[in-house]
């Protein structure tokens, strides 16, 4: 009968996890696919390897030495993942396609406009970006590498804190005196409702909580377009609202802002193209004026 590996590397991660569910998140499955794996690795080995000790699956006695060689052959894979090609010495020969998700303020502001400094260095590497509000998933592999504003809680996944979004209040004017602009009494474009839990509305609903608004957006990019022709406030982004002609900064304010987590599955983090990337976008993100070190 040949090896089951994806049996005992699950079964290794149930025992690390001590439930199938967290287990599931961490190899980007589902709880049924888990117990379908341990399953069959049961009928390979012909003996039950796991016990549950109230809420906690634990290795049973007889498969305490099947969990050492799960765990060995993980390190050893892990081994070799992390030795570097002679090749990856040379920035020209390092090659590949790498896809980075995020919101799409961050890419479109702060990566899209770097490309071509990535080019010149690396021109082996191109970069696929994917904005969207939503976390494509990395354990799935939807993704290579997640730009994030919120520290997932848990997962196979090098994390890294990058930085602080910083956001602002700004207004179109649309012919009103710069320095009469009253973010208390103009018009508002707002982000949309789900977003209402996150660290920069709820400073919003604190400071202006009687505001009339006259449009919901799940982007702040369309916010942007819908503050056309009126005189109106909206709470963006500094990567993207200083980049708008015609919108104003108002100072005095400081709104609360977002931290920024840069994140690689553990799997593909030490993959030379992966690891350029990831690096690469410590270096562009962290400009000191749109995302500010912590």
């Not at 995020?102 to 890419?107: M, R, S």
């Not at 080019?119 to 696929?128: D, K, N, S, T, V």
């Not at 904005?131 to 997962?155: V, Y």
């Not at 400081?254 to 350029?276: A, I, M, N």
């Amino acid at each position: 009968m040949s090896l089951d590996w994806e049996g005992l590397r699950t079964f290794a991660h149930v025992c690390q996890t001590g439930n199938m569910s967290a287990a599931a998140r961490e190899l980007g499955v589902n709880q049924t696919t888990v117990a379908r794996r341990i399953a069959r690795l049961e009928e390979w080995v012909g003996y039950a390897v796991l016990h549950r000790d109230g809420r906690v699956l634990t290795p049973t006695a007889r498969a305490q030495g099947l969990l050492q060689t799960a765990r060995q052959m993980q390190d050893t894979v892990s081994d070799l993942l992390k030795r570097e090609p002679a090749t990856e010495n040379d920035p020209q020969l390092i090659a590949g396609i790498v896809r980075v998700t995020g919101v799409d303020a961050i890419l479109q502001d702060c990566v899209a406009p770097h490309i071509a400094d990535l080019h010149h260095r690396f021109p082996g590497i191109a970069l696929e970006l994917i904005g969207a509000n939503r976390n494509l998933s990395l354990p799935q592999r939807e993704t290579d590498i997640a730009i994030r504003l919120a520290r997932p809680d848990s997962g196979a996944f090098h994390i890294r804190r990058l930085g602080h979004l910083e956001y602002g209040i700004y207004c179109n004017p649309d012919g009103l005196p710069s320095d009469g602009l009253d973010p208390g009494a103009l018009p508002w474009i707002d982000l949309d409702e789900f977003f209402s839990d996150k660290p920069e509305q709820k400073w919003l609903a604190d400071h202006f909580p009687n505001r009339i608004t006259l449009g919901f957006a799940n982007r702040g990019s369309i916010m942007v377009s819908m503050m056309t022709g009126h005189a109106c406030c909206a709470l963006l982004p500094r990567c993207v609202g200083d980049r708008i002609d015609g919108l104003i900064r108002l100072d005095g304010y400081h709104p609360t802002g977002r931290e920024v987590w840069l994140l690689t599955h553990q799997d593909k983090r030490h993959l030379p193209h992966v690891r350029t990337v990831a690096d690469w976008l410590g270096g562009v993100l962290l400009d000191g004026q749109f995302i500010t070190r912590l």
